[in-house]
């Protein structure tokens, strides 16, 4: 099945509204039965019937079906956000006394579900540096249910080799699941390459106009119905018909915003490299990126969020070079048409578990800086960040 087909035509039965191009959003909580036996046979078949918004509901249907084929998975669901998505599918798979290998450095918020919530149920999680597959396979145990990846990460940008950890938990009847959000389905295949489960945050590229927050599951007809009648009608975190219509409009025009933000990134990457203010750039499609070739390997195309690490010691200049851009934004998220700046000198985020207070800049982190590349002309982004990088320079100097 080709993109266009998927992003056009795939799901949207027009002769039932008329014929329109756009489909409907049924704005609905509840669907209605011409009688006893229809609902009856209907909530026995909750999964692939009208009964119940939280259950299913045909604007969402319309996109599960678009983001299953775009993932060459059997099916999708999607959920009010990314975090909804992630925690959901891991809940599925885990019981109490389990254990998960996780790469190291997931999502902050993925980090928090298994480093701080999870052990309250007795479920574990080893923490692994994912550079290695063979560092997955030494941490297995006995008990092992779930390993997770996330490649690229969306910050450093560390890669794993899908396909070899894939294969060495597919021997082990291990459940795979990978975070999928920087890539999206267009850069990267993980179910092609031997993964069961591909998780997005969909308020990113997916979404890709900034206004909605939204997460996809993507996995087998099995794995993605125990996941329906388990975390996803128990909590009840789904997406709203809504959004699911926004959803729908922002993926028709998928191909072209991450081909944009790629190819502006391509020529922000080039500027970064080749300025004194930069010492390190983080991009997988560089030639300097640790795993360059691997990234070739399993990735067709890199997409608009890179970071550096600014040449400087002093904290001053890292605030002062995102203070002076003006057409970078100062934002966290990424995916959108907008351009944004996030500069690790704001610390990070995640409150401490004991203390709530916002965890300090590392000493080694300060001076990174995370550019998401949105779709303004190449060379107004290009302008902006070489007159903030050279202000940094001539501030070092003086
Ligand atoms: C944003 C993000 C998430 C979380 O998604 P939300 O939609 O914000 O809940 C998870 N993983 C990655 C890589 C992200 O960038």
């Known amino acids: 099945m080709d993109v266009s087909y998927i992003l056009n035509e795939l799901g949207e039965d027009r002769h039932q509204y008329f014929n329109a191009i756009a489909p409907p959003i049924i704005q609905t909580s509840n ?3 011409p009688n006893v036996a229809t609902m009856r046979a209907d909530l026995q078949h909750e999964h692939d019937r009208h009964f119940y918004t939280r259950g299913n509901n045909p604007t969402v249907k319309i996109l599960r079906q678009k983001l299953a084929a775009l993932e060459g998975a059997e099916d999708a669901l999607v959920l ?18 389990d254990h998960i290998v996780s ?13 701080d919530y999870l052990p309250r149920f007795g479920v574990t999680t080893t923490f692994v540096d994912g550079t290695d597959p063979a560092n997955f396979e030494r941490a ?20 794993q080799d899908i396909a070899a950890v894939a294969q060495i938990a597919r021997s082990r009847g291990i459940v795979t699941m990978i975070d999928n959000s920087y890539c999206t389905p267009l850069h990267q295949r993980p179910i092609e390459l031997g993964i069961d489960i591909t998780l997005h945050s969909a308020s990113k590229y997916i979404g890709g106009h900034s206004d909605l927050v939204a997460g996809v599951i993507c996995g087998s007809e099995a794995m993605i119905r125990k996941i329906f009648y388990g975390e996803y009608m128990t909590f009840g975190g789904i997406i709203s018909p809504q959004n699911a219509w926004l959803m729908i409009r922002g993926l028709r025009t998928l191909p072209l915003r991450l081909e944009q933000s790629s190819q502006s990134a391509r020529q922000i990457v080039a500027l970064l490299e080749s300025h004194p203010a930069v010492s390190r750039v983080y991009y997988p499609f560089s030639e300097t990126h640790p795993q360059y070739e691997l990234a070739r390997r399993q990735m067709t195309g890199c997409g608009g969020l ?11 200049d890292v605030d002062t ?21 996030f500069p ?13 207070e916002p965890t300090p800049p590392t000493q080694s982190g300060f001076n990174l800086v995370r ?9 107004v982004l290009l302008d902006d960040l070489k007159q903030a990088l050279d202000g940094v320079l001539q501030q070092s100097i003086a």
């Open 371 to 379: 550019l998401y590349i949105g779709l303004e002309e190449p060379h």
């Open 321 to 341: 070079f995102a203070d002076s851009l003006r057409r970078f934004i100062l934002g966290v998220s990424w995916g959108g048409h907008e351009s944004l700046v």
């Open 140 to 159: 297995i145990q006995p008990n092992t249910k779930i390993i997770y990846l996330e490649s690229p990460n969306s910050f450093t940008f560390e890669l």
């Open 103 to 115: 790469v190291a450095k997931p999502y902050s918020w993925t980090e928090r579900l298994m480093r």
């Open 31 to 33: 669907f209605t039965f």
């Open 80 to 97: 009010a956000s990314g975090s909804a998505a992630i925690g959901s599918a891991v809940l599925a798979n885990v019981a109490q006394g």
């Open 306 to 316: 890179l970071t550096f690490s600014l040449n400087t010691n002093r904290i001053e």
């Open 344 to 356: 690790a000198s704001i610390g990070f985020a995640i409150p401490d578990e004991n203390s709530h």
